[in-house]
């Protein structure tokens, strides 16, 4: 049973435009979301986070949002540029009662960003 | 550079042995995490430690064990392999005792690529 899907496999972006990676989860425990990256052959590079008090969080180009009634995320980049050709991950952490739950992580998205 | 250092990062053996992996977490990170990510899945956990302690379990197989020593340095030890073992094994770490405490993100090593034949 997954916690954490990210239903799309896979996203082809042209430069310059927008690029919106979903990702919902089941669990109304969750309540820190991160978003890695990951280039073949590499571990997975942490990006950005966000806690379930906030509704968005911003770090440059990268954007994630938080709807907590849909349970859902996502992160936007804008402009994609084609080095943010990746697997992106979104993971979730539970918080139970103060004890602090591990790392659950989606299936990936493979993002490609045509030049 | 996350500053995760995984040893080794291939590793080929035949089934029934036994192999160990070698994580160096972060310099000041406590937490040391392990990940499985196989063919066609996404990273499953595996078991976590916290300053030598275990913290938390996930689907790890009884013929896998680890610890984590008093220099901080963690060991996966995988035992009587099976064709189906064969994954990248990732470690990862965080200063705090879970992700969600001080928002606390985990950084990865880039993995231990275990194949068994």
Redesign the interface.
């Known amino acids: 049973d997954q916690q954490v899907k990210q239903n799309s496999p896979s996203l082809s972006v042209q430069e310059g435009r927008i690029s919106i990676l979903n990702c919902d989860y089941t669990n109304s425990m969750f309540?820190?979301f991160?978003w890695?990256k990951k280039y073949p052959?590499?571990?997975?590079?942490?990006l950005i986070?966000i806690?379930s008090i906030k509704d968005k969080n911003e770090d440059g180009r990268f954007t994630v949002f938080l709807n907590k009634s849909a349970k859902h995320l996502s992160l936007h980049i804008v402009p994609s540029q084609p080095g943010d050709s990746a697997v992106y991950?979104c993971a979730a952490?539970?918080?139970y009662g103060g004890?602090?739950?591990?790392?659950?992580?989606?299936?990936?998205t493979k993002l490609s960003v045509k030049p | 550079d996350?500053g995760?250092t995984?040893t080794p990062k291939h590793l080929i053996t035949a089934t029934g042995q036994r192999v160990t992996l070698r994580c160096s977490p972060r310099s000041g990170d406590l937490s040391v995490?392990w990940?499985q990510q196989s063919l066609d899945?996404?990273?499953q956990?595996l078991i976590?430690y916290y300053n030598g302690e275990e913290r938390?379990k996930?689907n790890i197989l009884e013929r896998f064990s680890a610890q984590q020593f008093p220099d901080l340095h963690s060991e996966l030890n995988l035992s009587s392999l099976e064709l189906g073992d064969s994954a990248l094994y990732?470690c990862?770490s965080s200063v705090?005792?879970?992700?969600?405490?001080y928002?606390s993100?985990?950084?990865?090593?880039?993995?231990t690529r275990l194949t068994v034949t």
Request: net charge negative.
């Open positions: 309540d820190y991160l890695y052959a590499e571990g997975p590079t942490f986070s806690s991950f952490s539970p918080n004890s602090q739950g591990n790392l659950i992580f989606g299936k990936g | 996350s995760v995984q995490y990940y899945q996404g990273l956990f976590q938390a996930g990732f990862a705090a005792e879970g992700p969600g405490l928002n993100p985990l950084h990865f090593g880039n993995g």
